[in-house]
């Protein structure tokens, strides 16, 4: 039941373009996605609906594949602040969220 | 505009134990989820509340059990303490006006060890 990120690590060069897929094997109502620093709480990035509505950060893009239960979060033009680990959340049934796995990105001078 | 606080920030407690976790929700958020994070996990749902009453809960055994109380504020109680229960327990709060589509704000979480 839990979505599988892909790839589990990633390193960058400020600058460079990252994508961060998720993938169910149930069938979503929306995919979130979410960013955590080390020691910090996650933070909201953006939620994908089915029907194409997307809400959330102005600099990030991300797609949600309905009929594959895929999603991928699109990091282009990395900034060191991108550093972190990167989740995302299946909502299957209303209200409850399951989180991958995490996907650790690092962004390096 | 006051984010959502969790107390106590750390926490050790001896196997066997009981302990109660404490979370208030973001200002006009009536939905309080909880989530318990090992070290290099992701969050695993443990169970959400939504008037008073659980709504969702995930594969946690019946030791763990919440609350929430009249102004949203939720309490997370875990009885008879295991090693494994050792982690970052997670508040996070959301509106719940769209059910499908409320980003959770999280807590900065209460780290718990079991010895």
């Known amino acids: 039941q839990q979505p599988v990120q892909s790839p589990q690590a990633v390193i960058l060069r400020e600058g460079e373009d990252a994508v961060i897929n998720c993938s169910s094997s149930?069938?979503?109502?929306?995919v979130h996605w979410y960013r955590q620093k080390h020691g910090e709480a996650p933070v909201f990035l953006m939620i994908?609906?089915?029907?194409?509505e997307q809400k959330g950060h102005d600099k990030i893009s991300a797609s949600f594949n309905e009929k594959k239960q895929q999603s991928s979060l699109y990091l282009t033009a990395s900034q060191l602040s991108y550093s972190g680990t990167y989740f995302c959340g299946t909502e299957i049934s209303g209200g409850k969220l399951i989180f991958g796995q995490g996907t650790e990105l690092s962004v390096k001078p | 505009d006051a984010g959502v606080t969790q107390s106590p920030t750390h926490l050790i407690k001896t196997r066997g134990q009981q302990v109660t976790l404490r979370c208030s929700p973001k200002s006009g958020h009536d939905t309080v989820s909880w989530y318990q994070q090992a070290l290099g996990q992701g969050p695993q749902f443990i169970f959400q509340?939504?008037?008073?009453?659980?709504?969702q809960r995930g594969n946690f055994p019946d030791r763990f059990s919440g609350h929430q109380f009249p102004n949203y504020s939720s309490e997370l109680n875990v009885n008879a303490l295991l090693l494994g229960d050792s982690a970052l327990y997670l508040c996070a709060s959301s509106g719940d006006t769209e059910p499908y589509n409320s980003p959770l704000h999280f807590g900065n979480g209460t780290r718990l060890t079991v010895t």
């Open positions: 994908l609906l089915k029907g194409g």
């Open positions: 509340y939504y008037e008073e009453e659980e709504r």
């Open positions: 149930k069938a979503l109502y929306s």
